[in-house]
């Protein structure tokens, strides 16, 4: 499986952005997931998402404010990200893995087989 990702930029505080992930070469995974990694930071788990949603976790800062959807017809995950802050800036990275786990670990990147390439997000004013 190839994912791509895509829908990066630069938007101001308080601003909205949509990313993409596709997939090639087969389909979505039962689980996917949205990563990201700021400068001198890990990388960290911002939102998964099962087939069905049985598993579905957000990181805490951004619940409320950041919406994981999939359309299998498309071979697409999407990230909606609203009210974006400063410390949102990071490359994003799209994941999936085949067969889902519990929510409790859907944000560990080490249960996750593919990965997309990423996708540069920077807010600023």
């Known amino acids: 499986v190839q994912l791509q990702a895509s829908g990066g930029g630069l938007v101001q505080p308080g601003g909205s952005l949509r990313l993409s992930c596709t997939a090639s070469?087969?389909?979505?995974?039962?689980?996917i997931a949205w990563f990201r990694q700021a400068p001198g930071k890990e990388r960290e788990g911002v939102s998964c998402?099962?087939?069905?949603?049985?598993?579905?976790s957000y990181t805490d800062s951004v619940r409320g404010r950041f919406t994981i959807s999939r359309d299998n017809a498309k071979n697409t995950v999407y990230l909606q990200m609203n009210s974006l802050k400063p410390e949102d800036t990071a490359v994003y990275f799209c994941?999936?893995?085949?067969?889902?786990?519990?929510?409790?670990?859907?944000?560990?990147?080490?249960?996750?087989?593919?990965w997309g390439q990423g996708t540069l997000v920077t807010v600023s004013s």
């Open positions: 994941a999936s893995r085949a067969v889902r786990v519990p929510s409790s670990i859907c944000l560990d990147s080490n249960v996750y087989h593919y």
């Open positions: 070469g087969s389909s979505l995974g039962s689980l």
């Open positions: 998402h099962s087939r069905g949603g049985i598993s579905t």
